[in-house]
């Protein structure tokens, strides 16, 4: 004690500070304490950017009831710290406050209100969060049982979590920030220049460390690990998950973003962002509406007040779609998955069962060309980053992502596709030069083009699971071949994920094992929410199974192939079916490509000089088609599953002959 008052230390009652064995008196220096206090070993050297050390320990500073771990390092607190406890190896520099005032749950609880600004569909958020649950609580409120039941789990748990003292955890660095109101910091977290955070938990580990950066504002939020939130960024009631990037000046409210998500420059109000919600541009809004793997064009904007009852209208854009810049949706509407918009809309329209399509404006008009994103070079584009864009390297991850871009999910939706095209062609008649469908417009030649690309489509991911297990398995004869691609169960007609497949914000799953699940959340048998955390990741773990499973079934009733009784011969004449969809579709792609490097694509280069300056700097930049990696990735494409059907045609020939 005579040691810290030498030091400028004070206190009013030194009987109330402890200290741990091995403590040195000479690193703790000008600090004022009160209430309960517990100081740890400080013997540890710091290293700042541009080589600076210093000593670990506690200087210049007011604490109030605090337990302080070994080897932290505290300077230069402006105010006070008061009832936290610090663990091991944090560093905290040049605050004005870090403080927790009575019981709190650091952001845990707090009610989101997605999709709809007045209510109705509010998420209550906790620190694992996934998309999955909380798309089951923002669109399944046809069963107010599920949602009593989840939300009186996460209720459970944010009551146990409820503490009046704060948590800084080992590792963590606050450097130069002001004020710290109710917050927990996980390991490693790094907050740096923050103006204000206030009811919130920074989740964080030491593989997958978050950030807050300069500026940044954020009250009644959750950051899993992973996440960045930096240069002035604004949060207010949001979840904000793992690998997700806020910057720019970006603003949320009441909105949760799940993995991999990025946000610069613009707004979110009342959105659910499921995986992969990429907006960068400052006039970009995203309100009421729910997206995934979604990459919001420049000015892009919705709309969902009516100026009569308030903004109650609420939008969906199914995975995998793109605002072109200055387009516009009028909610409530529904877009079809991997679309994309162009334009204003000012009906309400619904395009879901037409995936893959372009819905654009034409005087006023919308009009819909249905199956032209499944020839788009973008389209397999975006297929292809997704998975190599996961920024995650914690190892518990809380979404459960499937990426494939043909899929049961989206290959049923092809399907209705074809047969909702068939059935207006049908009941119009061939000869009509517009059919209408759902408040959109189609020219008889795009419903035509539909159909057509939406019948290689489904020729072609029926194949690519039947060629590639006929490729790498052995069989001497029919019925060896048969039990290669026999689906996987217990009882032929009764095997699981035959039936319809939804997209649960990034996990694809059949609709009997949600509904399976979400009965055994309400009558008990399934009680906390990492039993549900669990199912989601074992769902994902079995998405081929059942895919191949759907598969099967569809190939009996799109293609007449019955694995229980097919020939080699009729399944080797379904392959040649197969690889021409596959190099026709593939063709169409390459095609979409060359557009990349035509003249008009040059217009700009060259600046100084004639065409063939113009020539040579666009190869330069941009290089030359043949040799661009989208362009051989597509031809080695084509030649890899050639290859694949010519081999399994010939596996199936020796069958056929024995």
């Not at 400028?8 to 600090?31: H, L, P, Q, T, Y």
């Not at 606050?174 to 710290?180: D, E, F, P, S, V």
């Not at 610069?264 to 992969?276: I, M, Q, R, T």
């Not at 409530?332 to 000012?346: C, D, E, N, Q, T």
Request: charged fraction near 25%; glycine fraction near 8%; hydrophobic fraction near 35%.
């Amino acid at each position: 004690m005579e040691v810290l008052v030498k030091n400028g230390c004070f206190c009013e009652d030194w009987s109330r500070v402890k200290v741990k064995e091995g403590f040195i008196a000479g690193r703790v220096r000008n600090v004022t304490f009160s209430g309960d206090i517990y100081l740890g070993v400080f013997r540890r050297k710091i290293t700042f950017i541009g080589g600076i050390e210093r000593h670990s320990g506690i200087y210049n500073a007011t604490i109030h009831n605090c337990v302080i771990g070994d080897d932290v390092y505290i300077n230069q607190i402006k105010n006070y710290i008061a009832n936290y406890r610090i663990e091991k190896n944090v560093l905290i520099e040049s605050i004005d406050t870090l403080t927790v005032d009575g019981a709190s749950c650091f952001g845990n609880g707090v009610r989101v209100a997605v999709l709809n600004e007045t209510g109705g569909r509010e998420i209550p958020v906790y620190n694992e969060l996934s998309a999955h649950t909380a798309y089951l609580i923002a669109f399944y409120r046809h069963r107010p049982e599920l949602i009593n039941k989840l939300t009186r789990m996460i209720d459970d748990y944010t009551a146990g979590i409820r503490s009046g003292m704060g948590s800084v955890k080992e590792g963590a660095h606050l450097l130069n920030c002001r004020t710290l109101l109710n917050v927990y910091i996980g390991r490693y977290a790094k907050i740096e220049g923050i103006y204000r955070l206030n009811n919130g938990s920074v989740n964080s580990s030491e593989k997958d460390p978050s950030y807050i950066g300069s500026g940044v504002i954020a009250e009644n939020f959750i950051t899993a690990s992973g996440c960045t939130i930096s240069e002035s960024s604004v949060v207010n009631n949001c979840f904000i998950g793992q690998g997700t990037i806020l910057g720019k000046q970006y603003s949320a409210e009441n909105s949760v973003f799940f993995a991999n998500c990025q946000g610069f420059h613009g707004e979110a109000c009342s959105v659910f962002a499921g995986p992969y919600t990429v907006s960068h541009h400052k006039s970009t809004l995203l309100i009421a509406a729910y997206f995934s793997f979604l990459n919001a064009g420049s000015g892009s904007n919705q709309s969902n007040h009516m100026y009569k009852l308030g903004p109650i209208h609420q939008g969906i854009v199914e995975r995998g779609s793109k605002t072109a810049s200055d387009s516009y949706i009028l909610w409530p509407a529904k877009i079809g998955a991997f679309s994309l918009v162009m334009g204003r809309h000012y009906r309400n329209t619904d395009t879901s069962d037409l995936p893959f399509s372009y819905l654009i404006e034409n005087s006023n008009e919308s009009f819909l060309a249905p199956g032209v994103n499944l020839r788009s070079i973008g389209t397999i584009r975006d297929a292809q980053k997704w998975p190599k864009r996961d920024r995650r390297k914690d190892d518990k991850l809380l979404d459960c992502v499937v990426f494939n871009l043909l899929s049961p999910y989206s290959v049923q939706k092809i399907i209705r596709g074809r047969d909702v095209l068939e059935n207006l062609k049908k009941i119009s008649g061939p000869a009509s030069d517009y059919y209408m469908y759902n408040s959109v417009k189609m020219t008889n030649r795009s419903l035509e083009k539909g159909i057509s690309l939406y019948k290689i489509a489904i020729t072609k991911f029926l194949g690519n699971g039947l060629v590639k297990k006929l490729e790498i398995a052995d069989y001497a004869n029919e019925e060896e071949m048969r039990k290669v691609i026999a689906p996987e169960g217990e009882g032929y007609g009764e095997y699981e994920g035959t039936g319809e497949w939804i997209d649960m914000a990034g996990l694809l799953v059949p609709k009997e094992k949600a509904v399976k699940m979400i009965e055994g959340i309400e009558n008990g048998t399934i009680t906390s929410l990492s039993e549900i955390n669990e199912k989601f990741h074992e769902w994902k773990d079995r998405y081929l199974k059942w895919s191949w499973n759907w598969i099967v079934s569809r190939l009996k009733t799109e293609e007449g192939i019955d694995v229980e009784n097919i020939s080699a011969k009729q399944l080797a004449e379904f392959v040649k079916k197969w690889k021409n969809a596959v190099v026709r579709l593939d063709s169409m792609i390459y095609e979409d490509a060359k557009k990349e490097f035509t003249l008009k694509s040059q217009t700009g280069f060259g600046i100084d000089g004639k065409d063939k300056t113009r020539i040579s700097d666009f190869e330069h930049v941009r290089g030359e088609f043949t040799s661009h990696p989208a362009v051989t990735e597509i031809i080695e494409h084509i030649e890899k599953k050639s290859r694949s059907a010519d081999k399994v045609m010939e596996k199936l020939k020796l069958v056929n002959s024995e």
